[in-house]
């Protein structure tokens, strides 16, 4: 099973702030990972998909990056409702993982 | 737009079975995989199943393999997860997912809480 790391657990921020978020796999995934955004009480919501495609209706201020074992999601400017928790996820060989999680509190 | 509605879930005792539904609407039900993904009161997202678009083939998360089985009926537009031996580990709210591009997850149900307790 490969395992997903992220950090840091916790990122305080204030709205308007740049937020780096990372995501280590246990062994190479290629290009094969995926960020989610969930709020509180609310299933996820994907973001970025293939490590750097938004998916449909996500805004321009998030971005994807990274292969083989260490990506990042990018927040350029930290809007109110960016306050959540995030996850990554990887699909290799029908074995999917998610991370621990990252949480976005405000400063 | 798309909608996916869990329901089914509640308390049983361990060792006992439950099974859950999702009814799809607003796309083309029979075109997509579809999954399971499960998150435990204040742990991380777990992946448990996955049905190819035509029921063709099936995979499973090792936490689950061999005690639930993922099943659909395009006819009606609906998913299934029968969760047998159940353990107080499964408890968790299980999401009725559809898949993006073999693998991701596109859309969410709100999901539906298994508590697992004698």
């Known amino acids: 099973e490969i395992v997903l790391t992220q950090s840091p657990a916790t990122l305080s921020l204030s709205p308007g702030e740049r937020a780096t978020l990372s995501c280590r796999a246990s062994?190479?995934?290629?290009?094969?990972l995926a960020w989610y955004q969930q709020r509180p009480g609310q299933p996820p919501r994907l973001l970025i998909y293939?490590?750097?495609n938004r998916a449909t209706g996500i805004p321009a201020r998030f971005s994807g990056s990274g292969s083989g074992t260490d990506f990042t999601l990018t927040i350029s400017s930290l809007e109110p409702e960016d306050f959540a928790v995030y996850y990554c996820?990887?699909?290799?060989?029908?074995?999917?993982?998610f991370g621990g999680g990252t949480r976005v509190e405000i400063k | 737009q798309v909608q996916l509605v869990e329901s089914g879930g509640g308390v049983v005792q361990p060792g006992r079975s439950l099974r859950l539904s999702c009814a799809a609407s607003g796309f083309a039900f029979s075109v997509y995989g579809m999954h399971w993904v499960r998150q435990a009161p204040g742990k991380r997202l777990e992946w448990v199943a996955v049905i190819y678009h035509d029921g063709s083939n099936q995979h499973y998360g090792d936490s689950v393999r061999g005690r639930f089985t993922i099943s659909r009926d395009n006819s009606k537009n609906t998913m299934y997860l029968q969760m047998n031996s159940l353990r107080a580990e499964d408890t968790a709210v299980y999401y009725c997912?559809?898949?993006?591009?073999?693998?991701?997850?596109?859309?969410w149900g709100q999901g539906s809480l298994v508590i697992v307790s004698s």
């Open positions: 062994q190479s995934v290629g290009s094969s």
């Open positions: 997912v559809r898949d993006l591009n073999s693998g991701w997850h596109d859309y």
């Open positions: 293939d490590a750097s």
């Open positions: 996820q990887q699909r290799t060989n029908w074995l999917l993982t």
